[in-house]
T-cell receptor, first 112, second 113 residues
Framework: KQEVTQIPAALSVPEGENLVLNCSFT??????LQWFRQDPGKGLTSLLL?????REQTSGRLNASLDKSSGRSTLYIAASQPGDSATYLC???????????FGTGTRLTVIP | DAGVTQSPTHLIKTRGQHVTLRCSPI?????VSWYQQVLGQGPQFIFQ???????GRGNFPDRFSARQFPNYSSELNVNALLLGDSALYLC????????????FGSGTRLTVV
């Protein structure tokens, strides 16, 4: 069974700082990995989708990397802003099926 | 284009009652999945439907059921509600069983009292 771990569980940084969120998964036989953002009580907003053949994906100030062999992904946020405050979730497909396994997320607070 | 739409937004039910949640996928998407998210946890997979057939089921009791209609919209039904069913229920659509990633709706907040 696929297991996903996200570290740290919570992170508080001053505005303008660069930061890295980590995601690890136990089964490397995945075909993609997706990073989501969730505001309190809201649904999930997709940030980046990395296919298994890719090593990086970028969108604006966000950069996600994927190392399938080691079962790790990182989400890099440059020049953080208070509006980046949210919970960030990574998700991977389960082995032999197509549903997603999620980590418990990293709760990010950016202090003005 | 409209995103994934879910209704209702919020719902309060009494223990033992039945509830139906609805989801409309993005136009052109044929796969709909349902997830349950309790406070402080990541979403947990309940069902996946593709082309109106059940293609996957998570570890949830038989009180949970779902179906997909010819227009690819979907309903999630929960019978005999328990307090522990209180959660955010999320619907996700994709082109075909995860191809191209998943797009989630805003969710339905279910409170069982």
């Amino acid at each position: 069974k696929q297991e996903v771990t996200q570290i740290p569980a919570a992170l508080s940084v001053p505005e303008g700082e660069n930061l890295v969120l980590n995601c690890s998964f136990t089964d490397s036989a995945i075909y993609n990995l997706q990073w989501f953002r969730q505001d309190p009580g809201k649904g999930l907003t997709s940030l980046l989708l990395i296919q298994s053949s890719q090593r990086e994906q970028t969108s604006g100030r966000l950069n996600a990397s994927l190392d399938k062999s080691s079962g790790r992904s990182t989400l890099y946020i440059a020049a953080s802003q208070p509006g980046d405050s949210a919970t960030y979730l990574c998700a991977v497909p389960s082995t032999g099926a197509n549903n997603l396994f999620f980590g418990t997320g990293t709760r990010l607070t950016v202090i003005p | 284009d409209a995103g994934v739409t879910q209704s209702p937004t919020h719902l309060i039910k009494t223990r033992g009652q039945h509830v139906t949640l609805r989801c409309s996928p993005i136009s052109g998407h044929k796969s709909v999945s349902w997830y349950q998210q309790v406070l402080g946890q990541g979403p947990q997979f309940i069902f996946q439907y593709y082309e109106k057939e059940e293609r996957g089921r998570g570890n949830f009791p038989d009180r949970f059921s779902a179906r997909q209609f010819p227009n690819y919209s979907s309903e999630l039904n929960v019978n005999a509600l328990l307090l522990g069913d209180s959660a955010l229920y999320l619907c996700a659509s994709s082109l075909a069983k995860g191809v191209g990633g998943y797009t989630f709706g805003s969710g339905t907040r279910l409170t069982v009292v």
